[in-house]
Structures are given as structure tokens and as C-alpha cells.
């Protein structure tokens, strides 16, 4: 591993159907997309640390404690008394998943300017809600510009949930000014259609390397010189689609770690086999998280199994 990964955003509780039916009753399950990009990139194995706000209730303390078990280092989580973010998830026949957010007086959002990151800090990942609701979206466009200037590969999933986007011009100009610094940009093609931005145009703009999930479709990868597609993993079947953007995301991060190729110029001259090799192992883990219920990542012995 070429260093530590931090990652910034929110976590959060889902509220979950039991039942694939109406006012079927809601189990809780941790979750936020920068957290399970966390949890994800524990479960692989790949030094990670979480910065983000959480409630001292008990929904917090879960999270903390979730965080650990998955080896990942809370050193930089804060704590405040406000209440935990919570998700409400209805889940279609086919288990996509769809959202709605009680974020008024969350902790994630008021999370403080860190300062300087860890010391073998190497890379930093955002994205979510945490870019769209303030103050806490400032604080991470800002860390996100300042880390890159200090030579950090910056890592963005803009992951967009259109309800709680009170500025589309302003989030858009967020959204542009970190990508514009990123090394690698993941998103959605429902993302992508939200924004108004073509791969081709963030790397045009400065982006290292696009990847974007097509559900079902697979995972295709576009950098200055190559583009490259590969098939979801629908081996292990699919149970619901919690996570499952988050899990490529940590799996991607965890396969440029290993192999030593945080840096923007690195996964801008990767190879088509070089990418092909990410998209698949990416592609291996959100098919294990679509195959169990909640966001739960495999760990690394489970895919070398």
C-alpha cells in the first residue's frame, strides 16, 4: 500500500423495509455513502481514516463503533450532541433503493476544518450529502482544494440526492471546482445526467479518470486516451442495491492503492488492461454488497475466497 486514505463525508442511519411491501416495518442499518466508502476500504485491508461529525446519541456511538471493527482509524471524528442524520429507504420489486433524508440539525453537516491531514495521508475521497448541505459542504470543497495542492490524489462521488439540492447552480459549481482537481471522479450515469457533465468533459476539465456505474449494465472507465467497459458482477445474485455505488468506490481506491497508483497522472496512463483489471475487481465487490442486505462490503479474505 503506497499510504492512508482519509475519508470525508457523512454517515448516517438507514431505516430499511424488512418487507418488500407497503408500511412493511424499517429496521435500522448504518450507512452514508462517505461511510460505507470507509467501511468498504477497512474491509480491503487499506489504511483508512474517517473524518466526519457524529452524534453522541446512540445511533453515533454504533457508527463509531462500526468504524473500528472494520479497522478504520477515527482519529479524526468529531462528536456534537445533534441529532444523528437519518434515511428512510423504499426498496422497488427489483431491490433498487430510493431515499428520502432527515438531515435539519444533523451532526454530520456542522463537521469542522480538520487542519493538516495525517502525515501518510495520501488520498482523500468525498462526496454525497456532505457536498450538498452546509456549513459542512464548504469545509470539504475546501479541504478537497487544499489537499490537492499539497500533492494528495483527490477522489469524488458526487452520488447526487436530488431533494436536498436547495442551489443546483451552486452545487454544480462545487462539483466542477473539485473535479477539476480530482484524480478520479465516480459517478452514476444518473449522477452524470444531473449534472450536465460528460465524462469526457470532467477530463477535459482536469480529472484524472471517470468511472461511471450503470447499474446493472456494468462499469465503464474513460481517461484522456482510452475507455474501457466491463459487466456487473451478478454471480452472487442481487438482494438490494444499499451500498453498492459506495462499495465500487472504496474497491477502485483499495486497487489503485495496491498497486501504487494514487496520483492523477498515474490512472490517467493506466492501460485498457490496467483499467479493465480495476473495473472487474470494483465491479467483484459491489456484486458481493448486492448479494446480502444493507451496505455490508466484503472483506478482503471473502473475495480472495
Known sequence: MSGRIVVGGEALVDLVPTERRPLAPL???LGGGPFNVAVGLGRLAVPTTMLTRLSTDAFGDELLARLGESGVDTALVQRGDEPTTLAVVTLDESGAARYSF????????LVADPGPLPDDAVALALGTLSLLLEPGATVYAGLARRAAAEGLFVS??????????????????????IAAVAGLVKLSDEDAAWWGREPADLVAAGAGAVVVTR?????????????????ADTSRGLV??????DSVHAALLAHLAEHDLLSTGAVRDLSSDGWR??????????????S??????????????
Not at 102 to 108: L, R
Not at 217 to 225: D, I, K, P
Not at 240 to 245: F, H, S, V
Not at 292 to 305: H, L
Open 27 to 29: 429496521a435500522p442499518r
Open 292 to 305: 446480502r442486505a444493507g451496505a455490508e462490503p466484503p472483506t478482503r479474505e471473502e473475495i480472495r475466497a
Open 277 to 290: 483489471e480495476a473495473l472487474t475487481f470494483a465491479a467483484r465487490v459491489g456484486g458481493w454488497t448486492v
Open 240 to 245: 438490494d442495491t444499499i451500498g453498492a455505488g
Open 215 to 231: 447499474g446493472a449494465e456494468g462499469l465503464t472507465a474513460v481517461t484522456a486516451t482510452t475507455e474501457v467497459e466491463v459487466p
Open 102 to 109: 432527515h438531515v435539519e440539525g444533523s451532526a454530520d453537516r
Open 156 to 177: 469524488l462521488d458526487p452520488n447526487i440526492r436530488e431533494a436536498l439540492v436547495g442551489d443546483p447552480d451552486a452545487v454544480r459549481a462545487r462539483l466542477d471546482a
